[in-house]
């Protein structure tokens, strides 16, 4: 959470040339915002439509950017495992500055909750990813340029 998935997928979908689909985004424009959705209909019922939001994106293809607990969900990282997935971290101490402005329910205690989230979710993020950036103090120009590389690097092995 809160690692800069929206902002870089998008930058690196126009770098390639693919469409890009943020599963929280879906969400949003189909249901309402989060905050609303987990206070009226609860964390499970967002799960159900994260879930639904995760399929109809991968059906769609191109760049995908995951809500941070859409990992949770078995089915998801079994529709990962072929799948080159890009895990981006970052530290503690940089993403203080991401939370002062985010509306996150789950995050709703600051700093200490998104810590807690993080090492609770660690080892799936892990288990799933192909590779993995740290977002913590690149220049957004800089990892795009990378992330890209690492898509056309790939490519290029896999045709």
């Not at 529709?79 to 995050?107: C, E, G, K």
Request: aromatic share 6%.
């Amino acid at each position: 959470m809160a690692s800069g998935k929206s902002k870089l997928g998008k930058r690196v979908a126009r770098e390639i040339g693919a469409p890009f689909h943020d599963t929280d985004k879906m969400v949003v424009a189909a249901h309402g915002d989060i905050p609303t959705i987990f206070a009226t209909h609860g964390e499970d019922q967002f799960r159900v439509w994260e879930r639904e939001a995760v399929v109809e994106a991968l059906r769609l293809g191109g760049v995908v950017s995951l809500g941070g607990g859409a990992i949770l969900n078995q089915q998801t990282r079994s529709d990962l495992t072929d799948q080159p997935v890009i895990y981006l971290h970052i530290t503690r101490d940089a993403v203080q500055h991401h939370l002062s402005t985010s509306t996150r329910p789950l995050l709703a205690d600051g700093i200490d909750a998104w810590e807690r989230i993080f090492n609770e979710r660690r080892a799936l993020y892990e288990a799933v990813a192909t590779v993995d950036f740290d977002t913590s103090s690149a220049h957004a120009e800089n990892l795009t340029r990378q992330v890209a590389g690492w898509i056309h690097q790939r490519e290029a092995r896999h045709a």
